[in-house]
């Protein structure tokens, strides 16, 4: 399945934003979803998660409470709304999905085999 995100940009501290992810067939609704991200120099990091068959959903602690992530299935597609952006937020946000059942004791990025471009979101302070 392929993956395309969207909706990244430059917003100011404090303020809000929603990427998106749009699959290429519908399967990915029968797949564990995830964000990702990678600042520069940084290794990419798990960011939040849901589980396609529960709705579920999992976040890092940097997020948690500021962070949400949703999908809708008739549009194939993720979410990731944002509140309370901070300049450490800025990173390139991927989205990620896979056919195996993601744990969520596994928050590495090896976890998924899909991944999107990405998408740039810059925190200005």
């Known amino acids: 399945v392929e993956l395309v995100e969207s909706g990244g940009g430059l917003v100011q501290a404090g303020g809000s934003m929603r990427l998106s992810c749009v699959a290429s067939?519908?399967?990915?609704?029968?797949?564990?979803m995830a964000w990702f991200r990678q600042a520069p120099g940084k290794e990419r990091s798990f960011v939040a998660a849901?589980?396609?068959?529960?709705?579920?959903?999992y976040y890092a602690d940097s997020v948690e409470g500021r962070f949400t992530i949703s999908r809708e299935n008739a549009k194939n597609a993720l979410y990731l709304q944002m509140n309370s952006l901070k300049p450490g937020d800025t990173a390139v946000y991927y989205c990620?999905?896979?056919?195996?059942?993601?744990?969520?004791?596994?928050?590495?990025?090896?976890?998924?085999?899909?991944w999107g471009q990405g998408t740039q979101v810059t925190v200005s302070s």
């Open positions: 990620a999905t896979d056919r195996a059942l993601w744990k969520a004791s596994d928050c590495s990025a090896r976890a998924f085999g899909s």
């Open positions: 849901i589980f396609w068959r529960s709705g579920n959903t």
């Open positions: 067939d519908h399967t990915a609704n029968y797949y564990d």
